[in-house]
Structure formats: C-alpha cells, structure tokens
C-alpha cells in the first residue's frame, strides 16, 4: 500500500530499476541456477525422468516405462524496510539519498547470489538446513539411487580431494560416467570450476595454462579451453570447489519465485523528529532448491 501523503516523485524513484532487477542483472547465479516462477504459496516439481533408448524389436513391441521424481517447494518471505527523513530529502543536493533507496534492488539479487552460493556450499549437510535433494538424500552425496531407475548401483557426486590438476581430472572423469534412471550416461558437458577465492589461483591454472602446469614434463593440459572463466564465490568454505555443467538448459539449483522484488509499501510518519520520516518497505517471496545432482560434483568441501 502506498500512502497518500508520500510524494509521488519519492514512489517513482524507489520503483525505478527494481521491478526489472531480477532479468537485467547478471550475476553469476545464473550459471548455476535457473529461474522457476510459482504461482502458488508451495507447488510439487515433477520429472518424468529420462526418455527410455530404442530396444531391438522381437516380436510385440515392449513398453518403457519412464519414473517420476518429485519435490516440494515454499518460498521464503524476504523484506528490506529504509527511511528517509523529511529534513533529509529536502536538504539533499546530489540526489544521493534516493539513488541509495534505489540501490535497495540491487541487493535483492546480491541476496540471491550469495544465496546461490550458501546453498551449493551446503549441499553436503546432512542436516539439510537448505532442504534435501530430490531423492531424499544430501545434494553432495555417495548414495544417490533413483527408485525405479534401470540402474541400481549407487551414484557420487561427492569427493574430498583438493583442487589439483590431478583430483581435477579424478572428479572429471568419474562425471562423464553418471547415469540417468534409464541407465545410460548423461553427456553433460562439465564446464564449469566454482571455487573459493582460496582456490582461485589453481583454477586458472586449469583453465589457462597450455601445460600441466604441476610437472617440468611438459605434458599438455587436456582441460585448457574447454572450461569457462571460474565463478568464485566467498560464500563456499576455503577449501570448496565444485565442478558444475553450466551450458545445459536445466541448472543444478533452482530459484523458486513467488514474487519478484518490488516496493511493497510506503508511508510518511509525521510523529517522528527531522520533520518527519518517509518509509519505503520493499518485499520479495523466493527460496533456493536443489535440482538434478547430476549437474554439480563436489571437488573438496
């Protein structure tokens, strides 16, 4: 609701930028996540799964079954509240009072990057303060099973081994080897280091560096090229790295979001001391979830 008695060039400008932060921004979230829109307070994901693989016809054609996965999601509810002085706004010279009530929409979607980050970082909690995959278990993790999937042997994404060239090519190759629930690989094209300002330094090594870069052999460096610029994040534990299939059009986390940043409220309160005080309440309903773990190995925690 906004109030009469706040004036309209005051609402204008804490509109301005923040109705279309949530598109025009980017982030590096949105290499690791994707956008889902809800259009109610919780809704049921559901995934068929894999489409079945030709089988050889003898005699009446077989039918293939495809298994259906499913999560719950809920938004959280997220608010920033500023207040500006009546006193304030008719002394300020420079605009800078309201540029900073406009800024307040930038830090919705820092919010959700940094939320991004804490959530991936999390993925090996067995607490699942973030939730849980789902299939029930950690995101990371060394038992992931789809029930009624073709294959039945357990599935990991989840390692402890530093960022080296040499664990860089043991978490690479076992990826190329997962599964879908029909049992055959996926082909996702790992792309992607995510790592900690800590591990920086490695990470482009392995992207950069022509030669291995940990031997006077002069051994080529098979992974120069083929791996984007490394996303680091503060967010992830110093020793955290993760390898992540950015380019696929599903995303290893999903953004669920019920309602897209935007000025909620605002209203003048006379009562209060420099002339009185203008409040702008701006409110978003969103949350982070985990997707298909497949996406994602965890290199080192």
Not at 77 to 97: K, M, R
Not at 165 to 181: L, P, S
Not at 242 to 265: D, G, M, N
Request: net charge negative.
């Amino acid at each position: 609701m906004i109030s009469d008695n706040v004036p309209m060039h005051l609402v204008a400008t804490a509109r301005t930028g923040f109705l279309t932060t949530i598109k025009t921004v980017g982030l590096p979230w949105q290499q690791v996540a994707m956008t889902l829109n809800m259009d109610a307070k919780s809704i049921d994901l559901v995934d068929l799964g894999a489409a079945p693989m030709p089988v050889e016809r003898k005699g009446p054609f077989t039918v293939q079954d495809f298994i259906e996965k499913t999560l719950t999601v809920r938004p959280r509810d997220w608010d920033i509240t500023v207040a500006i002085s009546y006193n304030a706004v008719q002394d300020d010279q420079t605009g800078g009072l309201l540029r900073r009530c406009r800024g307040a929409g930038s830090n919705f979607q820092r919010h959700i990057n940094n939320r991004v980050f804490t959530v991936l970082n999390g993925g090996d909690d067995a607490t699942h303060p973030y939730g849980a995959c789902y299939d029930g278990q950690d995101f990371f993790d060394s038992d992931h099973v789809d029930k009624g999937a073709a294959y039945s042997t357990s599935q990991d994404n989840e390692n402890a081994l530093a960022l080296s060239i040499d664990n860089f090519e043991t978490v690479w190759v076992a990826a190329q080897g997962f599964k879908d629930d029909q049992g055959e690989e996926t082909n996702y094209n790992y792309d992607l280091i995510v790592s900690s300002p800590a591990n920086y330094r490695e990470a482009m090594n392995l992207i950069k560096n022509e030669w291995a870069y940990d031997t006077a052999n002069r051994e080529i460096n098979p992974y120069q090229g083929i791996l984007k610029q490394p996303i680091v994040s503060p967010k992830l534990d110093a020793t955290a790295w993760y390898l992540v299939a950015s380019s696929e059009p599903i995303k290893p986390l999903i953004v669920c979001l019920r309602e897209t940043p935007s000025l909620q409220s605002a209203w003048f309160d006379p009562a209060t001391g420099e002339g009185g005080m203008y409040y702008f309440k701006f409110y978003a309903r969103y949350e982070v979830f985990y997707g298909d773990w497949r996406l994602a190995v965890q290199g080192n925690t």
